[in-house]
């Protein structure tokens, strides 16, 4: 990246961690189970919601308890379930059409990280219906008051239940991109350990390690508080106690009430600290190959790492210390060092590979610009890279026989 263009984005982001206590953030108020909601609907005068929410979490029956408790309450309810993993426009238009066919009230995203990024998305066209979600596109665009939001996350990763944004890919064009506003934070989240406890393994490590994504992008940046440092560092503490056992057995509801502690902390974390190049290269891949958010961000997470060098060896020292993968008497660099090692571990364990085998050549300067679009100068990564520059984690990911034969035909 040329010096200019590095002043700028330096400069704005030392603006925005100024503005920083003088922005209204805030945090969802959280509830413990889902039967607590009817009574909170009752008091908001929300007689009838509509549920946001994927076919897969509908048909393991994750929304019954929810449905019961509304049904036993007298409170109506429409299920949006057509939402997909990186919710589109047309998802979003969808649910928007049938929020207004049935008159509802109040929005509840149920499920993962797209169907709570759904659900935000329509929220911000209910509150502004004459602007389009290209036009909210970036940062502070929404800036009007949503029907009430409440996120049930069923996956231990996204935090979106915490987060002030909301990811959406254009069905068109592929591109995905991020809607930015204090509105989108939902009033109230319900963390219920009994709603993730069917969650496959592999989804549960994939997700598991979005939230490790999360907090060790939120603690590496410039831009960090006393709050968000402390969040981050409960949560990289609850995901390495905890992932492994929620993976091996599913219905340890301790570790599963333990990761949704620690996505919720990852997310408070990221919220105000913002994430980096993972997440733009992850988006990107999102976008146009569909790739489930959770399982780039694992495969990436490593590689951008040590592409930060030296610039980062005491903040993931710290990480080390936090995940027991080194003690205080260990020298820094060999600390950062097992820290980035306990990470390609524990991607082993879960069968995580390196590879992103969608990747083809001929997207990756498209990409490559897309990833350079989103994080500059909004992330305050460690070190700044230019599209050229973030292209090497595209290859890096390309599937080795791809490459070879792309070799050949040159």
């Not at 996350?153 to 890919?169: K, M």
């Amino acid at each position: 990246m040329n010096t200019l263009r590095k002043i700028y984005c330096r400069a704005f982001q030392k603006a925005f961690k100024f503005a920083l206590p003088f922005l209204p953030y805030r945090n969802p108020e959280v509830i413990g189970s889902v039967k607590s909601l009817p009574e909170i609907l009752l008091k908001k005068k929300c007689d009838n919601v509509l549920i946001i929410t994927d076919k897969g979490i509908r048909n393991l029956g994750l929304t019954d308890r929810l449905e019961r408790a509304l049904k036993g309450n007298n409170i109506s309810y429409s299920i949006y379930d057509k939402t997909v993993a990186n919710p589109t426009t047309v998802n979003v238009k969808e649910a928007e059409d049938l929020w207004y066919q049935s008159e509802c009230k109040a929005i509840i995203g149920f499920g993962g990280g797209s169907s709570m990024d759904c659900a935000k998305a329509v929220a911000a066209r209910i509150a502004k219906p004459k602007q389009s979600l290209a036009q909210m596109k970036g940062i502070l665009k929404v800036h009007k008051k949503l029907p009430l939001l409440i996120a049930i996350p069923t996956t231990a990763g996204t935090g979106s239940e915490t987060t002030l944004a909301a990811v959406i890919t254009d069905a068109e064009t592929r591109y995905k991109y991020a809607i930015n506003d204090f509105p989108l934070i939902p009033r109230y989240a319900v963390l219920d350990s009994k709603v993730t406890l069917s969650l496959p393994p592999f989804i549960t490590a994939t997700t598991g390690m979005d939230a490790l994504t999360h907090a060790v992008e939120a603690y590496i940046g410039n831009s960090t508080t006393p709050g968000t440092r402390k969040n981050a560092l409960d949560a990289v503490q609850l995901i390495f106690e905890n992932l492994d056992r929620a993976y091996t057995n599913g219905s340890d509801k301790e570790a599963r009430k333990n990761m949704l502690r620690a996505s919720y902390f990852a997310g408070c974390a990221f919220t105000k600290s913002y994430v980096g190049y993972v997440h733009a290269v992850a988006h990107t891949l999102g976008g146009q190959y569909n790739v489930p958010h959770g399982l780039a961000n694992a495969v990436l997470l490593p590689f951008v790492l040590e592409s930060y060098g030296d610039t980062i060896h005491s903040k993931l020292a710290r990480l080390a210390l936090t995940a027991g993968v080194a003690d205080s008497s260990t020298p820094e660099k060999e600390a950062a060092h097992a820290f980035i090692q306990a990470v390609k571990d524990m991607k082993k364990r879960f069968n995580i590979g390196d590879t992103i085998p969608e990747i083809k050549e001929e997207d990756i300067p498209k990409l490559a610009h897309y990833a350079d679009k989103e994080g500059n100068p909004l992330y305050p990564v460690p070190v700044l890279m230019d599209a050229h520059e973030l292209e090497k984690f595209y290859y890096i990911l390309m599937d080795k026989k791809q490459e070879d034969t792309s070799n050949e035909s040159e």
